[in-house]
């Protein structure tokens, strides 16, 4: 019977992802500023019973600083920004759950929200993505659509669609957005 132990599984994927950031740091170690593994990078892993060795917390910072310096050198695309927050309860500040390049989210009237980048994007051409979703309670489709787009900050206002049609203005506690381009 082969093995069903979690802990195993979780061990054959981070010996996989240590393979492939020493591949990927072997890829891009032309560049000055990038610097290979090197055994200090190594812990052992006492929580798995093989006693595998994972990477330490500033290899950790290192391997993500240098993967994406690599894709902003080539381009991937990937997004510049990115925010999940609780657009109820703001005061005006709203909670945020997590978040990559947002500085705060700002409530500035009902279902009206300024998003603000840590650092600003080089323009206001970009894309906002938000996840359309039906709420299961009562069968709204709820979505984030963008008002005002500059560098710095991006202006959203949630709306929802029922049986009366669209409708704005609404707080909800369960928001986020994505924003790609510049």
């Known amino acids: 019977m082969k093995d069903q132990n979690p802990l195993s599984f979780i061990g054959r994927i981070r010996k996989m992802t240590i393979l492939l950031s020493a591949v990927i ?5 032309s560049h000055a500023s990038w610097t290979a593994f090197t055994p200090s990078d190594y812990a ?7 006693g595998s060795q994972v990477l330490t917390s500033s290899a950790w910072n290192r391997l993500i600083d240098n993967v994406l310096d690599l894709n902003s050198r080539i381009g991937w695309g990937g997004a510049k920004a990115w925010v999940n927050f609780n657009g109820t309860g703001c005061t005006p500040n709203c909670t ?5 390049n947002v500085s705060s989210v ?3 009237s009902a279902g009206n929200y300024t998003v603000n980048f840590s650092t600003p994007l080089s323009n206001g051409n970009y894309v906002v993505a938000s996840e359309p979703y039906v709420d299961a309670t ?3 489709i ?3 659509w963008p008002i005002s787009k500059t560098a710095g900050y991006v202006q959203i206002r949630h709306i929802y669609a029922d049986a009366g049609g669209f409708r704005g203005g609404y707080d909800y506690d369960r928001l986020g957005i994505t ?4």
């Open 25 to 29: 740091l072997t890829a891009v170690t």
């Open 96 to 100: 945020i759950r997590a978040s990559y």
């Open 106 to 108: 700002v409530r500035n």
């Open 44 to 50: 052992q892993d006492a929580s798995h019973p093989g």
């Open 179 to 182: 924003i790609f381009g510049n």
């Open 142 to 144: 709820r979505q984030l």
């Open 138 to 140: 009562d069968g709204t």
